[in-house]
């Protein structure tokens, strides 16, 4: 008799670890440095922000349990690659470099980097970069294009881990102009501390920004990647997408 229970609770064992283990709830890494308005901190503590409330929705449609999970930006590539979080949700740009070590959902939403400066400042792009000290975030789309497209123009290209750590040091002079996705220096420059400061042009299309930004995922997880180009093109279809993007940005920035 014993030796007849031993298969069958071994088969119970292994059923409710199964089980469990289908209830995981999916990782979304987004950066642990808050990047306003696409992900930040409430007054209550609480991740939101677009991608937030937009990851939010694409899990529904997937009917996938889901949790944000936040990760220092300059790791989260290798912490996808370790499956310490199952995908990236955090405006990261579909680009061929990146492509190379993991791969990517279709694009849900594009916008072109952001020269942020002084109002009084005389500023033509690119030429009048010249001399000038530029900050922008390492590891971006943004600092990608300045190395590439830039470093001819004699401007001084200082790269910084966090988006707010080159924000505070354009306010506090310490830099002449830095380089950051439009909408968030859209969110920036209303700021009350930054009223002296204004969007002097936008970065022409270039390689360095790639197709616009996707969901990054592992190489070879293809049943993730084609539930979630399902959930993407259904929040795109049914107008949630655009919903989001209209209340935190005031325009649609949807693709697809």
């Known amino acids: 008799m014993q030796r007849s229970l031993i298969p069958a609770i071994a088969l119970s064992l292994a059923t409710l670890g199964a089980t469990a283990h289908a209830e995981e709830p999916l990782k979304i890494g987004i950066s642990a440095e808050p990047y306003p308005p696409f992900t930040y901190t409430s007054s209550e503590g609480e991740w939101t922000g677009f991608e937030v409330e937009l990851a939010e929705s694409i899990c529904d449609a997937m009917q996938a349990k ?15 690659k370790s499956e310490r979080i199952d995908m990236i949700m955090n405006s990261m740009s579909i680009t061929e470099a990146r492509k190379k070590v993991i791969d990517f959902t279709d694009p849900y939403y594009f916008t072109p980097g952001a020269y942020v400066a002084a109002k009084d400042a005389e500023l033509s792009l690119p030429e009048g970069l010249d001399s000038l000290v530029l900050g922008v975030q390492s590891a971006t789309t943004n600092a990608t294009f300045a190395r590439q497209a830039l470093r001819d123009t004699g401007v001084d290209i200082r790269l910084y881990d966090q988006a707010e750590q080159v924000n505070r040091d354009l306010l506090s002079g310490r830099l ?8 968030a220096m859209t969110e920036l420059v209303e700021r009350d501390e930054a009223s002296d400061y204004e969007i002097k042009g936008t970065a022409p299309h270039h390689e360095a920004y790639g197709e616009g930004v996707g969901i990054g995922i592992r190489q070879g997880d293809d049943d993730l990647k084609t539930k979630l180009n399902a959930a993407i093109k259904k929040v795109q279809q049914d107008g949630t997408c655009t919903r989001l993007s209209e209340e935190y940005f005031g325009t649609d920035v949807c693709v697809g």
């Open 176 to 183: 002449d102009v830095i380089l950051a996705d439009e909408i």
């Open 66 to 80: 889901c949790e944000i999970t936040p990760t220092g930006w300059s790791g989260i590539i290798p912490s996808l």
